[in-house]
């Protein structure tokens, strides 16, 4: 029987926590941390002071009655390039996760050589095409693109465009790959066709992994977007840069709030409609089955409000897409034709080589460091989020504690949430920049911010993966305390999804290390920016392309170490 | 039906392109400009609109205001025609002039551009405190460097960075390492960042553009005073691309060159832009002395 199963399934690879924790340590050692801004008792005084401003400001935040219009003006116009941004990423990402689909493009049937060759071509220029896409950071497509388009909101919705088409389509078509031969075996011994066995089987089967995968990148979009107007987008992230640079915390406060109230929102709403995606039927709190007679007029419903959403904000966005295809008619190609071209050639030198080299150990230790203390920091505040040990617990340890520790427990369970909340919806860039009035703009807010927004985003994730478990696995494990149950009976059945998600946010952290350095963490980023302020457009594209290798990479030894993707 | 529509349109494109450009030894229907980003930008776009009216009244064209969001940028659109003329720094000129393959011209300058300077600020803690004192020679600065954190401007900032950084190179400090721990300096523009770094006290000494802190409050002036004032040197300018005309060009000249400080209209540009008295005609060989200082630096020198 074992020809029947030609991949078997294997876990992922070992690695061991040693080799996390020497990793950690040669990041650390790699990395300039800036200190200095709190060494002695007189520099920690000064930075506490820089803070108590700070937090000063945050509780008087400019509440003007021009500013709040401002703000709101603003909003809208974030949430706009979010969603016009995934609409478009999904128009160019989608075309390209069918090319990249091995059980589309190439499929298990034999085929004759020449025809195998082509097949083999579209898929790996297809997926080479999601390389570069997703290994150059909004951020820097935003700087290129801004040269171009101008310092406008079609920037912002161009560069998210551009990076989540590279996720988006990376992800879509290993959840494709990802559906097990058996479930869609049937569908082929009917005579079906590749790309009828594609579309009736294999696209469906994995429809609600996509849908839940496709409402987390919008909320990411949410947030890259009100940071892309940093370096020319548009939106809160400009306003938000402008006020930091100028140093008026009260407006600061005033923007990061709005900010928050965006990005939490959409957290909510994400997660409410991800609740009813669950794949699990047996999830403990799942909701009542699907009435499928009246499937098709929901599906009407959800399609006309997307429709409608994207209308609303293409409308919206109308001027900017008239002043952007005036900026283009404009243009001069003699420019612009070798300032594209210059970044797609870069300089070879071995000189440049070697500091790009050098320059990439900046983002990967950032991203190592941060994924560490970012996920050890989400672990540790699981166990008080947990809806299933905090609120539930009855339901598998029979115990029926009092009403005051219920609500005790409720309280923390709300206050864990709450603060994972805000971790993850302050953007990494405004997280820097809160950070770098207690130290300094350097390498230490970068990793700290890092840390934290993952922190926000893992301990989301881990509490999920907790809940999800069937509480009938917990029972076998009671007669023991709760902590126990938690420690000895969830921990190690949610630990292969932790470590999954830990690597995926890893690659994460890595771009963002990447962006950060323009901001003025160092490495990669930094010396992008610095070759085009010097107009060394080889020397640009050198590191612009080491960004991709870097996240090629990382994508292989994700691999390798066979991390699958996460199954939502 | 829509596939005709989007022939005729290519077509009016493609005859309506060569006519745009023939057209362009004639006075153009429209002029833009933009500036670089060196301050508080909601100051800089009102600035920007009152000189837009101003210049449409003497030109007798729209004159529109196109906002860069770093200084890279506003070169990149003169050179790649977003813009007719551009208000540049020092190093930023110097940039257009070579990147515009001989195209690109200084037009006007301020006065005090002709010779302008950084000012090293420095907490006034540390100066009542006698730990530092006015020099008269940055070398003096040497031995105590060490023991101080500094600060200063965006790295394409002539008068925030490039320019301190050469006097502090010539007096034999090492910006990057001669200093209490890392030299910090401000990601995006900021002189007033710089500023309020060293009114704070978040850092003891701090370089910016002296004309912005001649212009700060007395309040901040108190908290951080001048203690070492550099060589004069030449800043920033008007740099015009000839595309739009030499005739185009030189009424733009004109129209700044002819600002006049008895006039109310007049001043208010005079003073947003923080001329002294005057806008004048300069000789974009001025600026070869920055084109040096720039290239004795490799980008990849802040690592």
Redesign the interface.
């Known amino acids: 029987m074992t020809e029947a199963c030609p991949t078997p399934l294997r876990g992922p690879r070992r690695f061991g926590p040693w080799w996390i924790a020497a990793l950690a340590v040669a990041s650390m050692a790699a990395l300039?941390w800036?200190?200095?801004?709190l060494?002695g008792w007189n520099g920690f005084a000064?930075?506490w002071?820089?803070l108590r401003?700070y937090v000063g400001a945050f509780t008087a935040p400019d509440l003007s009655w021009p500013m709040l219009a401002l703000c709101s003006t603003l909003t809208l116009e974030t949430l706009s390039v979010a969603v016009l941004g995934v609409a478009c990423g999904l128009m160019l990402g989608y075309p390209l996760a069918l090319g990249a689909c091995r059980c589309l493009v190439v499929g298990e049937e034999p085929a004759p050589r020449p025809v195998r060759w082509l097949q083999v071509g579209v898929l790996e220029a297809c997926r080479f095409t999601l390389d570069v896409l997703r290994g150059v950071p909004d951020i820097a497509w935003a700087i290129v693109l801004?040269?171009?388009t101008?310092?406008n909101a079609i920037t912002g919705v161009l560069a998210i465009g551009i990076s989540t088409a590279g996720i988006f389509g990376k992800v879509l078509s290993e959840q494709w790959d990802n559906v097990d031969p058996a479930r869609y075996a049937a569908v082929r011994s009917s005579g079906a066709t590749r790309s009828q066995t594609f579309f009736y089987a294999v696209q469906p089967l994995a429809a609600r992994a996509t849908l839940s995968f496709l409402l987390m990148r919008t909320e990411c979009a949410v947030r890259n977007a009100s940071v892309i107007g940093v370096?020319?987008g548009g939106g809160l992230g400009?306003q938000l840069?402008?006020e930091y640079?100028?140093?008026s915390w009260s407006r600061v406060a005033t923007v990061l709030l709005a900010l928050l109230a965006v990005t939490a929102t959409t957290d909510l709403v994400s997660n409410l409609v991800r609740q009813r995606l669950r794949v699990d039927p047996n999830h403990p709190r799942r909701q009542g089955a699907i009435d499928r007679s009246r499937q098709g007029w929901r599906r009407v419903q959800v399609l006309g409000s997307v429709l409608a959403l994207v209308a609303a904000a293409a409308w919206s966005l109308t001027p900017a897409m008239v002043a952007v295809a005036a900026?283009l008619q404009?243009?001069?190609w003699e420019?612009?034709a070798p300032?594209t071209l210059g970044l797609f050639t870069p300089d070879l030198s071995p000189a440049a080589l070697g500091?790009a080299l050098r320059?990439a150990v900046v983002p990967v230790a950032i991203g190592l460091l941060a994924t560490v203390a970012g996920a050890a920091l989400a672990a540790l505040l699981v166990y008080p989020a947990s809806v299933a040990f905090q609120l539930e617990p009855h339901r598998f340890l029979g115990e029926n504690p009092p009403t005051h520790t219920r609500i005790l427990r409720g309280l923390a369970l709300v206050a864990t949430r709450g603060l994972a909340l805000v971790w993850r919806g302050v953007p990494e860039v405004a997280w820097v920049i809160v950070l770098a009035v207690f130290f300094?703009?350097?390498v230490t807010p970068c990793v700290l911010a890092v840390a934290l927004h993952s922190a926000g985003v893992l301990h989301r994730v881990f509490t999920e993966t907790v809940d999800n478990l069937d509480y009938r696995r917990l029972e076998r494990t009671g007669g023991t305390c709760r902590a126990q149950v938690f420690m000895y009976g969830a921990l190690p059945r949610v630990w292969p999804d932790w470590r999954t998600y830990a690597f995926f946010q890893f690659e994460v952290n890595v771009r963002l290390g990447i962006a950060l350095g323009v901001?003025?963490a160092?490495g990669l980023g930094?010396?992008f920016k610095?070759?085009?302020?010097?107009?060394?457009h080889g020397?640009a594209a050198t590191y612009l392309w080491a960004m991709i290798v870097l996240t090629i990479a990382i994508d292989r030894l994700s691999r390798w170490l066979q991390l699958t993707r996460l199954r939502c | 039906m829509l596939r005709s529509t989007l022939f005729v349109a290519a077509a009016l494109t493609a005859l309506a392109l060569p006519s745009c450009t023939e057209s362009k030894a004639e006075a153009p229907k429209e002029l833009r400009f933009t500036v670089i980003p060196d301050f508080n930008k909601a100051k800089l776009v009102e600035n920007c609109a009152t000189l837009s009216q101003l210049l449409q009244k003497k030109l007798g064209v729209p004159v529109t205001y196109v906002p860069s969001n770093d200084y890279t940028m506003a070169v990149n659109a003169l050179i790649a025609n977003k813009v007719d003329f551009a208000w540049l720094g020092g190093k930023t000129t110097v940039d257009a002039l070579d990147a515009g393959k001989g195209e690109a011209m200084v037009l006007a300058t301020r006065d005090i551009d002709l010779d302008f300077k950084t000012y090293f600020i420095a907490n006034k803690k540390l100066v009542d405190e006698g730990k530092l004192k006015k020099v008269d020679k940055l070398a003096d600065l040497k031995g105590l460097a060490k023991d101080f954190t500094f600060t200063f401007g965006d790295k394409n900032s002539t008068s925030g960075h490039l320019m301190p950084r050469f006097f502090l190179t010539e007096a034999g400090i090492d910006p990057n390492k001669s200093w209490k721990g890392e030299c910090g300096y401000q990601a995006s523009g900021g002189h007033g960042a710089t500023l309020k770094a060293v009114a704070s006290g978040a850092t003891d000494i701090g370089a910016l553009n002296f004309s912005y802190w001649e212009k700060a409050s007395a309040e901040d002036k108190a908290a951080a005073p001048v203690i070492f004032v550099t060589p004069g040197y030449v800043d920033y300018a008007w740099v015009g691309h000839a595309r739009v005309g030499k005739e185009t060009l030189a009424k733009i000249t004109e129209a700044f060159t002819k600002l006049d400080k008895n006039n109310a209209d007049d001043k208010a540009i005079l003073d947003a832009w923080s001329a002294k008295e005057k806008f004048q005609v300069a000789d974009g060989k001025l600026w070869d002395s920055i084109r040096k200082v720039r290239d004795s630096l490799p980008p990849g020198f802040l690592q």
């Open positions: 300039s800036n200190l200095e801004a060494s000064a930075a002071d820089r401003t801004a040269n171009l101008g310092v370096v020319g400009a840069w402008d640079t100028d140093g900026e404009r243009i001069d420019f612009a300032y500091s320059h300094r703009m350097g901001v003025g160092g930094h010396m610095m070759n085009l302020d010097w107009r060394q020397g």
